[in-house]
């Protein structure tokens, strides 16, 4: 069985080892409470053992229901924000062709995503593509009350029942949502659509191996038992009674929480293979959601390379000295491409005449990596073996371990998002929501 490699040797320099290693006990210990569920948030635990508890019949009936639902449509549109739709579009994008839409060869259906901002612009301009498809939904909301998908779900919901009718449009639509709180549940019970209950004790951004992730990802055609069995064998490998130097999840958060006791602040996930930026957006997500409290937490961002290094580049090598590096790396390719000898040499690249394209992306890898080092940013390095669902689940399941031990390892509550709700009451009383009145004339007040 081969695992995702991590690689934390250039850490060392900017923090000792033993500063790692004297997190050694905490990390263990905080892996421990995670998995006998006695930290902090303890009711959102149950992604621990989500992959080894997910069983063949689930996955069995998410396929039937997808398979279902493929033959009838060309596309198909998941409604959700934030936990919600991140990790189904993370593995989308990077498991699909680049080009394969406009090559009219790519997977059916087509996932399309709405819900995760309410830009009008961009609502029309899906509805006008719609209006020329065949399409399905599938709407995902854990609490069911979240303004933004809720308003895309009240349009499209419209839009389609316009165009096959009500009876036929409810066969169209499958919603993922809480057991029986909500009013997606409630809208979901009265006009009889299939749904998919998201566990009351997996948060958003940890639920991407519920339905939440699974049911778009098998609707789209991709191969959701390797993500679930990476996920599985990573699980096993991040347990807190394996060696702690062998188990990634913990010595990624040891690392980057030594890191930050020194003064470092922020995070970049940099990729060299493009098709990960939503890998990075999810990552975002998991930790800034989940360490941005009590006034702590290293900041996640990214960079996708070498694109970045044109603009990003500058600041990365000689900006600010609260960076970290993280680089996650793919070993293999899928195919192969080598640079062509030409006779003029003009562009002076005929020394590169003959290797491939991968080989002067890991060499700008590498040279990129030393030269950050230099410039005082400590690099940790994941690198997947080949990009595939297997890997995926198994870098996903990584990072949310490392990121519940490190939670825990800062002292905060790694599951909850109470500073969300500060922007959801301003912009209710702004609207005018029922039930808001008073903020609503507080907030006037400060705006006149
Ligand atoms: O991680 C989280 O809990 C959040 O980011 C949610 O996923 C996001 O706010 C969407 O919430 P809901 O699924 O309830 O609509």
Redesign the pocket.
């Known amino acids: 069985m081969n695992f995702i490699k991590l690689d934390i040797e250039k850490v060392y320099g900017f923090v000792d080892k033993s500063d790692v290693m004297a997190l050694k006990e905490k990390a263990i210990a905080a892996n421990k409470s995670l998995e006998e569920k006695t930290g902090k948030g303890n009711d959102f635990l149950g992604w621990v053992n989500l992959p080894s508890s997910i069983t063949d019949a689930e996955l069995t009936d998410i396929e039937n229901t997808a398979r279902k639902l493929q033959s009838e449509i060309e596309l198909v549109v998941v409604i959700?924000?934030?936990?919600?739709y991140l990790g189904s579009k993370a593995i989308a994008e990077a498991m699909t062709d680049t080009f394969a839409n406009l090559k009219g060869k790519g997977k059916k259906p087509v996932i399309l995503f709405a819900g995760q901002n309410i830009g009008e612009d961009y609502l029309v301009e899906l509805t006008e593509l719609l209006d020329k498809k065949k399409y399905g939904i599938v709407v995902?909301?854990?609490?069911?009350?979240?303004t933004e998908?809720a308003i895309a779900f009240r349009i499209l919901k419209n839009h389609l029942e316009n165009k096959v009718g009500a009876a036929k449009a409810k066969d169209l639509i499958i919603a993922v949502t809480d057991e029986s709180k909500g009013a997606l549940r409630t809208l979901a019970t009265q006009n009889g659509y299939k749904t998919y209950v998201i566990p009351d004790d997996v948060?958003?951004?940890y639920?991407v191996l519920t339905p939440v992730g699974l049911v778009p990802l098998a609707i789209g055609g991709f191969d959701i038992r390797a993500l679930v069995q990476g996920a599985r064998d990573m699980e096993k490998k991040c347990l807190s009674s394996n060696n702690f130097e062998e188990n990634p999840a913990a010595l990624y958060a040891a690392a980057r929480i030594a890191l930050y006791n020194s003064g470092k602040k922020i995070e970049i996930l940099a990729n060299y293979e493009n098709k990960l930026h939503f890998l990075a957006e999810w990552w975002k997500?998991l930790f800034g959601?989940s360490d941005g409290k009590e006034a702590k937490g290293i900041f996640p961002a990214s960079v996708d390379l070498t694109a970045d290094l044109h603009s990003m580049g500058q600041y990365i090598q000689e900006g600010e000295r609260i960076l970290i590096e993280t680089v996650i790396s793919i070993a293999k390719t899928k195919y192969s491409l080598t640079i062509p000898t030409d006779n003029a040499d003009l562009d002076g690249l005929n020394f590169l005449a003959g290797k491939n394209l991968d080989y002067v992306n890991k060499m700008a890898e590498l040279g990129t990596q030393l030269a950050h080092v230099d410039g005082n940013v400590p690099n940790m390095r994941i690198e997947l073996p080949e990009l595939n669902e297997y890997y995926l689940g198994q870098v996903m399941y990584f990072f949310e371990k490392a990121c519940g031990i490190g939670g825990y390892l800062m002292g905060i509550n790694p599951f909850n998002?109470p500073g969300?709700e500060a922007y959801k009451k301003n912009m209710f009383a702004l609207l005018d929501k029922p039930g808001f009145e008073v903020e609503s004339k507080k907030i006037k007040t400060r705006l006149s």
Not at 80 to 84: A, K
Not at 140 to 146: F, L, P, V, Y
């Open positions: 959700g924000i934030g936990g919600s995902i909301s854990k609490s069911g009350t979240t998908p948060g958003g951004r639920s997500q959601e998002q969300v």
